[in-house]
T-cell receptor, first 110, second 114 residues
Framework: EDKVVQSPLSLVVHEGDTVTLNCSYEVTNFRSLLWYKQEKKAPTFLFML????IEKKSGRLSSILDKKELFSILNITATQTGDSAIYLC??????????FGTGTRLTIIP | DAGVTQSPTHLIKTRGQQVTLRCSPK?????VSWYQQALGQGPQFIFQYYEEEERQRGNFPDRFSGHQFPNYSSELNVNALLLGDSALYLC?????????????FGPGTRLLVL
């Protein structure tokens, strides 16, 4: 069965720190890996990764996929209090649904 | 450009009742997926609708059913509510270009079953 595992489950850092969130997956028929940010309700889309080794970047956020080792990381540099949220990783494994991990709860202390 | 909208935002029901949740997809999207997110968990896939038919279903009982209308909006119905059905119900829309297309989420409906 498709499985996505995120680590750490929670993380508390000071404003200005850099954080790395991890996502590993067990695949039956990998298509893509997606990262979402969930602050209160709606998960908002951050990145979709399909190719190994190609970094996607948006401002202070970046993400990369390793299809050989079956994992992805999400980096956030110069963190701000507005980055406090739950970060969800999800995989699309050859069918229509997204399989989510349990998320990493990130807390930024001013 | 209107994003995904859902109604109602909050709902309180009692065990055994039935509930209907509604979703309007992002403009231009034709596919709607429903997810259940329990507290402290990631969203779990319920089912997906495309061309007014259920295309794929997750591991949820038949008490969970849905519908998609010609304008691509969708409803999620849950019968015989249980306490364990309390959760955030998320609707996501996408454009049917094949598996792996990005899904965009609505704000969700928070259901509390007493």
């Amino acid at each position: 069965e498709d499985k996505v595992v995120q680590s750490p489950l929670s993380l508390v850092v000071h404003e200005g720190d850099t954080v790395t969130l991890n996502c590993s997956y067990e695949v039956t028929n990998f298509r893509s890996l997606l990262w979402y940010k969930q602050e209160k309700k709606a998960p908002t889309f951050l990145f979709m990764l399909t190719s190994s080794g190609i970094e996607k970047k948006s401002g202070r956020l970046s993400s990369i996929l390793d299809k050989k080792e079956l994992f992805s990381i999400l980096n956030i540099t110069a963190t701000q209090t507005g980055d406090s949220a739950i970060y969800l990783c999800a995989g699309s494994f050859g069918n229509e649904k997204l399989t989510f991990g349990t998320g990493t709860r990130l807390t930024i202390i001013p | 450009d209107a994003g995904v909208t859902q109604s109602p935002t909050h709902l309180i029901k009692t065990r055994g009742q039935q509930v209907t949740l509604r979703c309007s997809p992002k403009s231009g999207h034709d596919t709607v997926s429903w997810y259940q997110q329990a507290l402290g968990q990631g969203p779990q896939f319920i089912f997906q609708y495309y061309e007014e038919e259920e295309r794929q279903r997750g591991n949820f009982p038949d008490r969970f059913s849905g519908h998609q209308f010609p304008n691509y909006s969708s409803e999620l119905n849950v019968n015989a509510l249980l306490l364990g059905d309390s959760a955030l119900y998320l609707c996501a829309s996408s454009l049917d270009l094949g598996p792996g297309e990005t899904q965009y989420f609505g704000p969700g409906t928070r259901l509390l079953v007493l």
